[in-house]
Each structure stands twice: as structure tokens, then as C-alpha cells.
């Protein structure tokens, strides 16, 4: 019950933060996914299933709260998750420049999924503010790390 | 099977979408971060209020004059518009023409803002008498229209929006050319103004042109940036960088008939 509870309490948590903190936080005009950093933290180090669960349920909340394009939120974010957690498995230890590779397979995989399931309009610009979440992802994602570090990585 | 669901999700969504409303899915996910968002955007802007104090202390202060005497001069305006206002409506019945459509101004909230989507959610809804098409402004300018509402909350299209057009006008003492401003999920908005000739300049200001019903006329959209002719149509055509920075606001009036 607690594996459950505890990924999903952080995903609600962090998706009102997606909504109210997210678009205050641009940095030239980066903006960061939280939810995909979540995603990243929760899906490092746990089961490909497990963090498919965790991907899907972060994309029903992203295309909840947004209420759009939900599809395309969900199957980005499961295998955002499922890319989190191979990278996550693949390397010897949590540290934080494998945290940051795995935020970057999230972020990557992700975006390429929803750009794949609904081509936008200004394409320039949608791969210019994705490349800024990228990076500013990864430099989020390494902080939050730090913070919560417990183990091997497992937040 | 997850993806499999997340699809049968997102055609449920659709659907909803589709009727001006929000799918039961959608609801639940709003009414659970609901209270978070609150509270999150309460302490950020509190936040935000709190070093615009301490360090903007002096531009607060010469903005706080400026608006006093903004409000002044709208303060000795007001009786005289109203006047105005009544005779024109006046002229209309006699010259039996219609009557301009009035609108009750509902304000509210901002309690999310979706900048890769170009959306925005509204703290009303179907209770306040919110339905799709109702034009929200703020700031000076249009934001965008009401495309969905559930009883306590809407959803808007910015006017950056993909999806997004509205009747304009070029306000210029030489040129009140009217044509179509248009979302292009970008920055800026599309002008495009059924002549060839020379109608539209950079920095003149655009507005909603009130041919249509569902906006009223005369509210800023934007002003005219780089402007080109398009041979193949025969119209020209000008980028709009909107009036309304939605970021930086928090509060809107939705306009409902």
C-alpha cells in the first residue's frame, strides 16, 4: 500500500506545483516539466511495470490539471518513465551525474512521444522551449536529488 | 495496456472538450490538486509581493502615483462617457438600429497558466454563469475566450492560441482597416487585413472590431509588428505582439452576455 500511496501523494503534490510554481519558475524563457522531474526520481531504480505505473499516472495528472491532449500525456510520460527506470538500472550507482543522464532520457523520450502524437503548429519554437526544459530538468533534477537523497537514490 | 487506457482517457477528454465541457477524469484530477494549487499560488505570490516591496520599493511607489492619477482622470471621464453613452443609445433606437450588446463583467482568478499549450484556468465556472465563447480580459487587453467550464472552474484559449481568432481592427487616424487576428501557438499573433494597400504600419494598435457579436469593439488585442504583403491572397499581413503578458498577471474579468 505504501508503494503506491507514497509515489502518488508526491505526483499530486508536484502536479499542483506544475500549476501554480512551474510557469513563475522561466529562466530565458525555460520553463521546467516538474512532473517529468518526478517522474525521473520516482521511476530511477524500480521496475520497468512500476515505473510505467508511475509514467501514467503523472501524464492523468498533467492532462487533467491542463485538460488537454491527455492521450499524448499519458503514452509520452509512461515511456519517459520506462527510459528513467532502464537508465536507472543500467548504471552502477545513483549519483548525480546518473540522475541527470536519467532526467535527460525522461525529458528526451517524453517530448519526442508528444511531438510525435500531436505535431505543433510553431515547431521551431516548441523545440526550443523543449530544449530548455530539458536542460533546465536536468539542473532541477540534480538539486532535488541532493535534497532527498536516501540510499541509493530511491525517492 | 497503461497506453491503451491513456488513450481511451484521451478520446473521453476529447469528447467532453468537444461539448464546452470537462470530462469526469479531468474534474477529479482539478478537485484534487485544487487546494494545493491554492495554497501554492498564495504563498508565491505572496512571495513575489514581498520582494517587490523590499526591493522595488521605489518603482511601487512612483506606479502607486501613476495609477492615482490614472484613476483621477477616469474618475472625470466616467460622467461624461456616460452621457455619451446614453445619447448614443439614443441615436440607435431612433435611427432603429440595434442595440449594443452589454455584457456583466465577472472577475476572477488565475490559478494556472499553460504556457506550452496556451491556456489558462479561471477560478469560475458554470455557477457564475461562465459558458465556452465568453471573451476574458485583463490587463488592458484581451487574453482569450472560454472554450470549456466546469461548475467551479474554465479553461481559456489565449489569444496565442492555435485555435484562437477574433475579428480586428488597425486603429490609425489614416487607416481603420478591419481584418483577422489569429493564434499561431507562439509568441505572437497573425494580422491579416484584406486590402493591398498600405493599411497597417508597425506599432500601430490593434483591436477587436465588433462585427461579431461575441466580442465587444475596441478592446486592445495588440500592436502591429513586422508587416509583409502576401501575393497569393492578396491581403497583407502583420505579426501581433499581444498587449496582455499573461504571466505576469493574476487577475481577469470574464465577459458574459
Known amino acids: 500500500m505504501k508503494a503506491v500511496a507514497y509515489p502518488a501523494l508526491w505526483l499530486l503534490i508536484v502536479a499542483a506545483a506544475q500549476v501554480a510554481i512551474a510557469p513563475k519558475m522561466g529562466i530565458f524563457g525555460a520553463r521546467p516539466d516538474l512532473l517529468l522531474v518526478a517522474v525521473t526520481l520516482l521511476s530511477m531504480n524500480r521496475t520497468s511495470d512500476a515505473a510505467a505505473a508511475i509514467g501514467f499516472f503523472a501524464g492523468l495528472l498533467h492532462g487533467g490539471v491542463a485538460n488537454t491532449k491527455m492521450a499524448a500525456f499519458i503514452v509520452s510520460r509512461i515511456l519517459g518513465g520506462v527510459a528513467a527506470s532502464v537508465v536507472g538500472r543500467t548504471t552502477m550507482a545513483a549519483t548525480p551525474l546518473t540522475v541527470m543522464a536519467s532526467s535527460l532520457a525522461t525529458t528526451g523520450v517524453a517530448s519526442v512521444t508528444y511531438l510525435l502524437l500531436g505535431v505543433p503548429k510553431d515547431l521551431l519554437g516548441w523545440m526550443l522551449a523543449t530544449l530548455g526544459t530539458l536542460v533546465y530538468n536536468a539542473a532541477l533534477v540534480v538539486g532535488v536529488f541532493w535534497l532527498f537523497r536516501k540510499g541509493r537514490g530511491r525517492v | ?257
Open chain 2, 1 to 257: 495496456m497503461l497506453g491503451l487506457v491513456g488513450v481511451l482517457l484521451g478520446i473521453y477528454q476529447s469528447s467532453a472538450k468537444t461539448g464546452g465541457s470537462v470530462d469526469l477524469v479531468s474534474s477529479g484530477v482539478q478537485l484534487a490538486v485544487r487546494y494545493p494549487v491554492l495554497a501554492m499560488n498564495g504563498v508565491a505570490d505572496w512571495t513575489s509581493d514581498f520582494k517587490s516591496g523590499i526591493f522595488g520599493a521605489n518603482s511601487l511607489a512612483k506606479r502607486n502615483r501613476l495609477l492615482e492619477g490614472a484613476l483621477a482622470q477616469y474618475r472625470a471621464d466616467r460622467s461624461a462617457m456616460e452621457s455619451l453613452r446614453k445619447d448614443l443609445a439614443e441615436t440607435r433606437e431612433i435611427a432603429k438600429l440595434p442595440a449594443y450588446p452589454t455584457f456583466k463583467k465577472v472577475p476572477c482568478d488565475i490559478v494556472g497558466y499553460f504556457p506550452q499549450t496556451h491556456r489558462i484556468m479561471l477560478n469560475v465556472g458554470t455557477k457564475r454563469m461562465i459558458k465556452p465563447g465568453a471573451p476574458v480580459i485583463g490587463a488592458g487587453g484581451l487574453i482569450g475566450q472560454v472554450v470549456e467550464a466546469s461548475p467551479t472552474s474554465c479553461y481559456v484559449n489565449l489569444v496565442t492560441h492555435s485555435d484562437f481568432s477574433v475579428g480586428a481592427r488597425v486603429v490609425r487616424a489614416q487607416s481603420q482597416e478591419a481584418g483577422i487576428a489569429s493564434g499561431q501557438a507562439a509568441e505572437t499573433m497573425l494580422l491579416s487585413v484584406y486590402t493591398e494597400g498600405v493599411a497597417v504600419q508597425p506599432g500601430d494598435l490593434i483591436t477587436t472590431s465588433g462585427l461579431s457579436t461575441v466580442y465587444p469593439e475596441g478592446i486592445a488585442i495588440g500592436h502591429a509588428g513586422k508587416v509583409w504583403p502576401n501575393k497569393n491572397y492578396g491581403i497583407q499581413e502583420a505579426s501581433i505582439q499581444p498587449v496582455v503578458d499573461v504571466a505576469t498577471i493574476r487577475h481577469a474579468v470574464v465577459l458574459v452576455r
